[in-house]
């Protein structure tokens, strides 16, 4: 009788040691032996990746599998961190004496959070309209010199590059091909999640780092022999800012979702490529089924930031045409706190009540008409 009772007590305190959660230790550590870095190279990290692959619901309500890549949790909010912690490590290797980046706000963010880690400087150039506060906030906040061109990104893209050499400081955009060999980590997690790729993937693109190291990242992981075949590439872009879908750049790109307001994608070559090789297509969608698509993600505790849902925006609209594939991930890339205007245009707080149930019972109790 004893003994039984003790086996019993024991069995979950067993079960739970085998369940007990690895620590994830930084995209470096996870995939080093598929990232351009040595012992030598000195890892700085805020243990990026490892972010969650979700069921959404919005695939049940379609017909299709739809799955989302939350990069949300990343240590700065966004997918930028997987890249940024390669190209800043590598720049620590070099002896480099600080970084510098033009960007629409989350690459800012993300090089000024690395910088501060490395005890380096970092230079920030930001078109002077149109970047989200909250971004900028953060790089303010981790210490970066921020500067503010009268540019679109397109121009500021071009003059960090032509800082970077004046004044000897590391260009970390995603023309940095450090940044592109971090980014495909995330191919590399999805992967792992499902044990094999899947049919799709969507993404929204705006200079098209990202479309490229995914693209990379599957192909390298076929290559390894870690999956049989490759997703189609849907790259998303915002209708008044897509030279990917027009085919010729846009001189004034105009988008609610100001991450991905680019007319002039700097890896535009890597995206056709991934595109054309992997059978996928490029797709535009206007701001309102942008917006429409933030608003069915944050009913389901995905709270993301415009231009990320422009991903499930175009996968909703290959729904509607009949033409979507059945099975996609959506990759989300950021966080809806980063760039709240919009959502915060709309949703006016309520007047206060008195601290009363009588109050609280009022305001639950239907309206009548
Ligand atoms: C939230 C968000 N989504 C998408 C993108 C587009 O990524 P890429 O410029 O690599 O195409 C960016 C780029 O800044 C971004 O910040």
Known sequence: ????????????????????????????????????????????????GGTPLLESRLGERYGIRLLVKYEATNPTASFKDRGMTVAVSKAAEAGARGVICGSTGNTAASAAAYAARAGMTCVLLIPADGVALGKLVQAIACGATLIR??????????????????????????????????????????CDALGRAPQALALPVGNAGNITAYWAGFSDYQKAGRIRSRPQMIGVQAEGASPLVQGHPIERP????????????????????????????????????????????????????????????????????????????????????????????????PPPVPATLEAIQSRLAPRSP
């Open 149 to 190: 061109v009268q540019a679109t990104f397109d121009g500021a893209l071009d003059l960090a590059r032509a800082a970077a050499a004046r004044f000897g400081l590391t260009l970390v955009n995603s023309t940095n091909p450090h940044r592109i060999a971090g980014q495909r980590t995330a191919a590399f997690e999805v």
């Open 1 to 48: 009788m004893a003994r039984r009772s003790v086996r019993r007590v024991r069995r979950p305190v067993r079960e739970e040691k085998v369940a007990a959660p690895r620590t994830w230790r930084g995209v470096i550590e996870e995939y080093r032996s598929y990232l351009p870095v040595t012992t030598a190279t000195p890892v700085i990290t805020l243990r990026e």
């Open 254 to 349: 105009r988008t609610v979702a100001s991450a991905i307001r680019i007319g002039r994608p700097a890896s535009w070559d890597g995206a056709v490529a991934a595109v054309r090789d992997s059978g996928g297509q490029f797709i535009s969608v206007s701001d309102d089924e942008i917006l429409a698509a933030q608003d069915d993600l944050a009913r389901e505790g995905l709270f993301v930031e415009p231009a990320s849902a422009a991903s499930v925006a175009g996968v909703l609209k290959l729904v509607r045409a009949g033409k979507a594939p059945h099975e996609v991930v959506c990759v989300l890339t950021g966080h809806g706190l980063k760039d709240p205007e919009v959502v915060q245009s709309r949703a006016k707080l």
